[in-house]
């Protein structure tokens, strides 16, 4: 993303930004371990086969930026503020809470990076409205987990306490969310969603 965002010549304070983000999911990426320590999954395996990683064929620079501003950033940023509010607001266990205070504290900055870059990206390239108005549906359905999530079973005291969502929990946050969030930014910048 960085690297796309360099070469498509976004606002150097949007690089500094996507420089930063890099920076918070590496400290995410260590604090959430921690907290798994923490938990006593010292011993989970994780799985960091580089094979499992998909970056899809690149379709051009503007496609390839624009696919992941708007999957990574506008959707899933926009999408994780309320779900890490949520989760921070139920959780009490010591080893999870100050993972999730930090998580959210970054959050919204990730999520206003989204959607400045559209809007440079916008501003680079009027034909990226509607190029991303076709491509809403699609994207909107890789989330289809959250918005309609399957069956599980009814979470422990020990996972509430760390905070986490049950499914009908996850569906009617990204309802509310995509309802109230996401699609009048998109109307703002004259994209239906």
Known sequence: ML??????????????????????????????????????GADTPVDLSADRLHVPAGKGLLADLGRAVLRDFCLGETLAVPYFAEMR???????????????????????????????????????????????????????????????????????????LLDNAEYGALFARTWAEDIAPRFARRDIAA
């Open 89 to 163: 607001r139920r959780a009490t266990h010591p080893a999870v809470a100050p993972v999730l205070d930090r998580v959210l504290a970054d959050e919204a900055a990730h999520r206003a990076f989204g959607w400045d870059a559209l809007d440079a990206l916008i501003a680079l390239d009027p034909g990226v409205r509607p190029w991303t108005e076709a491509r809403l549906p699609a994207l909107r359905a890789t989330f289809a987990a959250y918005e309609a999530p399957p069956d599980a079973p009814p979470l422990t005291d020990a996972e509430r306490a760390c905070g």
């Open 3 to 40: 690297a796309w965002s360099i070469t498509a010549g976004l606002p150097t304070p949007l690089l500094h930004t996507a420089a930063r983000i890099v920076r918070d999911e590496l400290d995410h990426a260590a604090l959430a371990h921690a907290a798994l320590v923490a938990l006593g």
